[in-house]
């Protein structure tokens, strides 16, 4: 389904009945990619509205030519919340660029929010402390016939380079990779529009929010050693760092990252 917004349009899929959770995956991909792994979750627990969106310039989601920051993004996803459930509470799932937003709308709509998990999140830093690429797996044979966007793609993000990883990022990663807005992403909002224009968490020291936040210990993309505040800030927090996994811990660690968030939803 399309939700028209101020600044173009986006792309959903509900399913479920519930208390709505809004859900946000990273940049360059669309929603299946987050669909595929916690969909699976549900066939334990119930009383939940999954509302998958593909981000601005994202999957299906269409911009104008008026968005040209990360805060534009925000007001697009602002006016979808209050189009679909207005004057609801609602929790929060974000993985890498789709944690930074998940942590902007918190920001903006705290009294809203009931619960977030942050999914290996982008912060608001623009230094941040990253350990050194791995590969804790490779088999050469699986990559032969990639074509170079694919085969980069892949070897930037996994850690583990198998031929279940690859499985994966081709089902689940890659057909968002397709509809992504390249022009848009590529462009200087990388360089003058990426950071908000006002840091979450800047004016308070504590949020009441039940928090769970996930880090990959060999993620050379987000890092974990930034994230000690989150630990002060969530006081009510789970706070996982998993050893042996990348940036994309939701695929080469499943079934550790499906069982923290049922228990963090339950």
């Not at 207005?86 to 929060?92: G, H, M, R």
């Not at 791995?134 to 996994?158: C, M, N, P, R, Y």
């Amino acid at each position: 389904m399309n939700c028209k917004v101020k600044m173009g349009s986006i792309f959903y899929e509900v399913v479920g009945e519930g208390k709505p959770l809004l859900i946000l995956h990273s940049m360059g991909t669309d929603h299946r990619s987050m669909k595929a792994w916690i969909e699976p979750i549900f066939k334990h627990i119930n009383g939940y509205q999954r509302i998958y969106i593909d981000l601005p310039a994202h999957g299906k989601s269409a911009i104008d030519e008026n968005v040209r920051s990360t805060d534009d993004m925000l007001v697009n996803i602002f006016d979808f919340i209050d189009t679909i459930i207005p004057n609801k509470t609602f929790s929060l799932i974000g993985f890498s660029f789709g944690g930074y937003l998940a942590q902007g709308i918190l920001h903006y709509r705290r009294n809203q929010i009931k619960s977030i998990c942050l999914l290996a999140s982008a912060l608001h830093l623009k230094e941040r402390t990253l350990p050194e690429k791995v590969v804790l797996e490779k088999d050469e044979s699986i990559l032969g016939g990639l074509d170079s966007d694919k085969k980069t793609a892949f070897e930037t993000l996994f850690v583990y380079q198998n031929k279940e990883s690859l499985d994966c990022f081709l089902r689940e990663i890659q057909p968002g990779r397709l509809l992504a807005n390249r022009d848009f992403l590529t462009s200087n909002w990388r360089e003058e529009g990426y950071f908000f224009s006002e840091e979450p968490f800047h004016d308070v020291s504590e949020l009441q929010q039940q928090a769970l936040i996930i880090l990959g210990k060999q993620d050379h993309i987000c890092g974990y050693k930034d994230y000690d505040f989150l630990l002060n800030t969530f006081p009510h927090s789970t706070f996982v760092i998993v050893d042996k996994t990348g940036h994309m811990l939701q695929i080469e660690k499943r079934k550790i990252i499906q069982q923290l968030v049922e228990d963090w939803l339950a």
